[in-house]
């Protein structure tokens, strides 16, 4: 069996599910489980409403809910006719109902809860996957249903829960496998769960690539396809490099590095546990089919490695402070990185780049928040700086390993081009060489470094 993730824009109305039903019909022999995510723009739309009550305006939230319903109709009745057009409007009519009981619950309390923000959020999903299945029954194919919240177990933590993988291990295997074994197209939704409770919980932004990566996990697939808007995993952002090539194949290793630092196409926490049982992941463009897309593997077979190839694509993060802690007691001493790092640890912040020399140590954060109260904290160790505006670019490749002097071919490519350089770190897979460069030279870095590695390809 496969499984197939549609993403938003791939489910975002009747002309997008009825390519997506043509493309699961291709693929029917695989026995495919079919992930979808929220039409596009729903699930904004509902944590817009959510905040809307919650600030005291419940007739413009209900109004919000109002377009989203006759949205979702609209969809239906492009793809759908007679009773089971009647059908599944009248369950829309119960979904919208229950998220205006919402608004009425979150208006007279006043307050969102987490709980409730993810309860806001799920109705995307349930409302895309039940026309979606609907529409699959009325083209031919003998699709069932399941509710991802009986088989995505996960913990309360509210809008970034996590998994329970032995209990979503148990309840795929008793819930999904025998409609597969039935010869049955399984729909389900991506980014949502629920607690043993039966409390609906979502996995964070994204999290549909993360549901059909764990789905497949669990169920041992044969392949984990990842349907979306775009054709592939390119060498670099098109919008700055539009002659950016589309890569044919690549390593979970290279993916991972590209997917943290900044390429849009797979959420970071995609692959991993696609990555556990060495499935492979490939990503697929639903508006153009035709087009191969990008297989990512566990390991790159040396005839489907590019021969000569260094590295793979460059990648960028905008958004960047640089901390520099400076001290003294840092020279001969043990303790005072742990020390350093426990301070960001307490405020659950995450550290993207880190470099260090005798008496100082540099890193990176992606985010503002909390930025103030860290900085606060890191004054007691030492002396502290911060660069904001800054950008981080990632040149990522396995060829990297073995390559002499791509180091000087980077560096020489940045200095032609008049990039300053802020800070250097490399990963410690030797595939990835990061830097750190104002936010006004990220194109100008990363057309430069384009130029200096696939200038000469045809």
């Avoid at 969102?112 to 194919?141: K, V, Y």
């Avoid at 169920?219 to 390119?234: C, H, K, P, S, Y």
Wanted: a negative charge; hydrophobic letters at 45%.
């Amino acid at each position: 069996m496969i499984v197939m993730k549609f993403g938003g824009t791939s489910v975002e109305d009747a002309v997008a599910i009825r390519r997506l039903i043509e493309i699961v019909k291709r693929e029917r022999h695989r026995q495919p489980l079919v992930v979808v995510s929220a039409c596009a723009g729903v699930t904004n739309e509902l944590l817009r409403a959510a905040q809307t009550v919650r600030g005291g305006d419940k007739s413009k939230a209900l109004q919000t809910l109002k377009g989203i319903k006759a949205r979702h109709k609209q969809i239906a009745s492009d793809l759908l006719s007679g009773d089971l057009l009647n059908s599944v409007n009248d369950k829309i009519d119960e979904l919208i109902q229950e998220l205006q009981n919402f608004v009425q619950g979150v208006y007279l309390l006043g307050e969102l809860t987490p709980r409730s923000i993810d309860s806001f959020a799920s109705f995307g999903e349930q409302l895309s996957s039940l026309i979606i299945h609907a529409a699959m029954n009325h083209n031919g194919l003998d699709a069932e249903l399941v509710d991802a919240r009986n088989v995505m177990q996960t913990d309360n933590a509210f809008a970034s829960a996590l998994p329970k993988m032995e209990l979503v291990t148990e309840k795929a295997k008793e819930i999904i496998l025998p409609h597969i074994a039935s010869n049955k197209v399984v729909v389900t939704q991506g980014f949502i769960g629920a607690t043993e409770d039966g409390i609906t919980t979502t996995i964070g932004r994204g999290g549909s690539d993360l549901s059909a990566s764990i789905f497949g996990s669990v169920l041992d697939a044969e392949e984990i396809q990842i349907w979306t808007d775009v054709d592939g995993m390119m060498s670099a952002d098109p919008r700055i490099i539009p002659e950016a090539h589309l890569i044919d194949v690549m390593s979970f290793a290279e993916a991972s590095e590209l997917a943290y630092f900044g390429a849009k196409v797979l959420h970071p926490r995609t692959i991993l546990p696609a990555v556990e049982k060495k499935i492979p992941v490939r990503v697929l463009n639903s508006k153009s089919p035709e087009v191969r897309g990008t297989l990512i593997v566990y390991d790159i077979p040396k005839e489907m490695s590019a021969s000569g190839e260094v590295i793979k694509s460059i990648a960028f993060k905008k958004g960047i402070t640089v901390i520099n802690v400076n001290s003294s007691r840092m020279l001969m001493a043990h303790g005072f990185l742990a020390k350093l790092f426990s301070i960001f640890e307490e405020f659950q912040k995450s550290v993207d780049v880190v470099a260090t020399s005798e008496v100082s140590v540099s890193l990176t954060v992606d985010s503002e928040e909390q930025l103030q109260e860290i900085l606060l904290e890191l004054q007691k160790i030492g002396d502290v700086q911060i660069k904001q505006q800054k950008a981080i670019v990632c040149v990522v490749g396995e060829g990297m390993r073995n390559a002499k002097g791509t180091g000087a071919r980077i560096f020489g490519a940045l200095g032609k081009a008049e990039v300053n350089i802020e800070m250097v770190s490399e990963g410690a897979s030797e595939i990835n060489l990061t830097l750190v460069v104002d936010e006004h030279d990220v194109a100008k870095a990363v057309r430069s470094l384009h130029d200096e590695f696939f200038g000469n390809r045809n």
